[in-house]
């Protein structure tokens, strides 16, 4: 099986430019409308350039830490995130960061899946 099918197409994939940067290089079929509109018009370009700075930091941040350990991290997401067209959203989902350091540009698979009963945010 495709690794896609298994989370529910809901997935990104980003490259380590030699600076550093993570290039969004592809991203599955299945994310939402807001995030498919912004990852579609991106690819080939810095996740820095999302429309939302925070939620674009906290990808960074989780990929570079993955890519640096050399190790899977699964973590809990919480976040409102404004995204052009479609306002303020808050987004809850457990995220999979799988790195791929060996690949010919140090690679990170984000897969996330859904999960409403995730409640970080303050009050």
Avoid: K
């Amino acid at each position: 099986a495709r690794i896609g099918d298994s989370v529910d197409n809901r997935w990104t994939l980003a490259v380590a430019d030699p600076r550093g940067d993570l290039i969004l290089r592809r991203c599955g079929s299945a994310t939402s409308p807001y995030a498919a509109r912004a990852f579609a018009s991106r690819l080939g370009r810095s996740l820095e350039d999302l429309p939302d700075a925070t939620f674009a930091r906290n990808c960074i941040e989780g990929m570079h830490a993955t890519l640096q350990s050399g190790t899977p991290i699964v973590e809990d997401v919480d976040c409102l995130a404004t995204w052009p067209g479609y306002g303020n959203i808050r987004s809850r989902y457990r995220r999979l960061l799988l790195p791929f350091p060996e690949a010919r540009q140090p690679t990170v698979l984000s897969a996330i899946s859904l999960d409403p009963s995730i409640d970080l945010l303050p009050a």
